[in-house]
Antibody, heavy 122, light 111 residues
Framework: EVQLVESGGGLVKPGGSLRLSCAASGFTFSDAWMSWVRQAPGKALEWVGRIKSKSDGGTIDYAAPVKGRFTISRDDSKNTLYLQMSSLKTEDTAVYYC?????????????WGQGTLVTVSS | NFMLTQPHSVSESPGKTVTISCTRSSGSIASNYVQWYQQRPGSAPTTVIYADNQRPSGVPDRFSGSLDSSSNSASLTISGLKTEDEADYYCQSYDSSNPWVFGGGTRLTVL
């Protein structure tokens, strides 16, 4: 069974930093493309960024609103995905979900974690 | 960049069939796979359709996905509606420049 468990959320002041983690199990983590997706209260899903598997180049891409402030990384030896967030703004307040994209041939199948809440407020 | 447009809300009665559309603004809907996610109130999203029309294990065959090239759209169809299907549904696709693009979500009410 695929499991993705996020941690590290909490309350942080504007301008502050926070690091989220996502512990993965039940699939070959090193082969998966991992993403962070967020959802502000009452709003739609918003993609934050993605890191490909090392075998596919390990490329990292970010959404425009977070580029230069957020950093995604992965530790395949620990089956863990990270999101380092800095220069946080009130508009970054959201539930942050970790997702894994497992490729079945050329077909992408996504699994989701339960999410962790980040609140940016003074 | 392209956008995916969904209706804000749909409603239907239990036992009926409902279809939710997802229209791509530019580029062919068939050029990249479309995924559909279900998000029940207070819960994380889960995948109900991937690769246009594939169901993950455990998703009932009441859920189906399709593409319509003439309208450049994807559709999620749920038949035999149950009250447990009441949720927000999001479509998602991508291209070489945009790794993940979400639709704005559709609130399904089963009344």
């Amino acid at each position: 069974e695929v499991q993705l468990v996020e941690s590290g959320g909490g309350l942080v002041k504007p301008g502050g930093s926070l690091r989220l983690s996502c512990a993965a199990s039940g699939f070959t983590f090193s082969d998966a493309w991992m993403s962070w997706v967020r959802q502000a209260p009452g709003k739609a899903l918003e993609w934050v960024g993605r890191i490909k598997s090392k075998s596919d180049g390990g490329t990292i891409d970010y959404a425009a609103p977070v580029k230069g402030r957020f950093t995604i990384s992965r530790d395949d030896s620990k089956n863990t995905l990270y999101l380092q967030m800095s220069s946080l703004k009130t508009e970054d307040t959201a539930v942050y979900y970790c997702t894994s994209r497992v490729w079945s041939g050329y077909s992408p199948l996504d699994y989701w974690g339960q999410g962790t809440l980040v609140t940016v407020s003074s | 960049n392209f956008m995916l447009t969904q209706p804000h809300s749909v409603s239907e009665s239990p036992g009926k069939t409902v279809t939710i559309s997802c229209t791509r603004s530019s580029g062919s809907i068939a050029s990249n796979y479309v995924q559909w996610y279900q998000q029940r109130p207070g819960s994380a999203p889960t995948t109900v359709i991937y690769a246009d029309n594939q169901r993950p294990s455990g998703v009932p065959d009441r859920f189906s996905g399709s593409l319509d090239s003439s309208s450049n759209s994807a559709s999620l169809t749920i038949s035999g509606l149950k009250t447990e299907d009441e949720a927000d549904y999001y479509c998602q696709s991508y291209d070489s420049s945009n790794p993940w693009v979400f639709g704005g979500g559709t609130r399904l009410t089963v009344l």
